[in-house]
């Protein structure tokens, strides 16, 4: 067991130690340690130690505790238990953290320089998680009034809610630089409109958009967003299954 200095030193983008932080904090909001201790066959006042950062695993052990992880299904069973009650999965921060491993195995390789938000405060909450794992900027578009005197320093994009209310969203310019290499994120892709107008406002900036990242989706609301894209671009959708990878 690695003493609580060596935790400083785990490399954010490599070390396995640090998946098992993550996964480790994640799980605790859905088993007990004594649960944890019989599925991961690893005490639980060591589990314990791991959570709170007292100290960190060697690899070895790490490598076990992942493997456990996929061998009993821990994360597998609990977007299962979620998926019956889909009015829980956007409001809990363990699947909130979830969705940011994801995001950050599947973009980590990419160079994000921004991850952009769509407007509504789900998508801030679950962009703002990933920001940090990318270390990329977070970008927040605002609801707001058209004002003709802040098109010089914002971009703006308006778009159409119901049959007639029209919402207008806007970000400085300095958030979102030219050419930026950008990520968007949505909670729910199959809410379209304020997600194309999120991609406008990145378009209108030149970005490189290397993909979509969305907590919920299917493929119908896919197709109908992807003519918005570079042919590049990822589009990838957490639920309504998972998987994460061991390295």
Request: aromatic content about 8%.
């Amino acid at each position: 067991m690695s003493s609580i200095g060596d935790i400083n030193n785990i490399d954010v983008l490599t070390d396995v130690r640090l998946r098992v932080f993550n996964l480790l904090r994640v799980l605790k909001f859905f088993y007990s340690f004594k649960e944890l201790e019989k599925y991961l066959e690893v005490p639980s006042q060591v589990l314990w130690r791991y959570v709170t950062f007292r100290s960190s695993p060697e690899k070895t052990t790490a490598y076990k505790i992942l493997n456990k992880i996929k061998e009993k299904k821990l994360i597998e069973n609990i977007v299962s238990n979620l998926r019956e009650r889909p009015h829980l999965l956007l409001s809990n921060p363990g699947i909130l953290e979830l969705a940011a491993i994801k995001a950050f195995d599947e973009f980590k390789k990419d160079k994000v320089n921004v991850v952009l938000s769509a407007p509504d405060s789900y998508s801030i909450a679950l962009a703002s998680l990933i920001s940090v794992y990318l270390k990329s900027r977070l970008c927040i578009p605002s609801r707001m009034p058209y004002v003709r005197e802040l098109s010089n320093n914002y971009i703006i994009e308006p778009y159409l809610m119901g049959s007639s209310l029209i919402e207008i969203i806007a970000i400085p310019r300095e958030c979102l630089p030219l050419r930026s290499r950008v990520l968007i994120v949505v909670a729910n892709i199959q809410i379209l409109e304020p997600l194309l107008a999120t991609i406008n406002l990145a378009l209108k900036r030149h970005a490189d958009i290397v993909g979509i990242f969305s907590l919920i989706g299917s493929k119908e609301a896919i197709s109908k967003i992807e003519y918005k894209l570079p042919s590049k671009s990822k589009i990838v959708v957490t639920l309504p299954s998972y998987s994460f990878n061991l390295k």
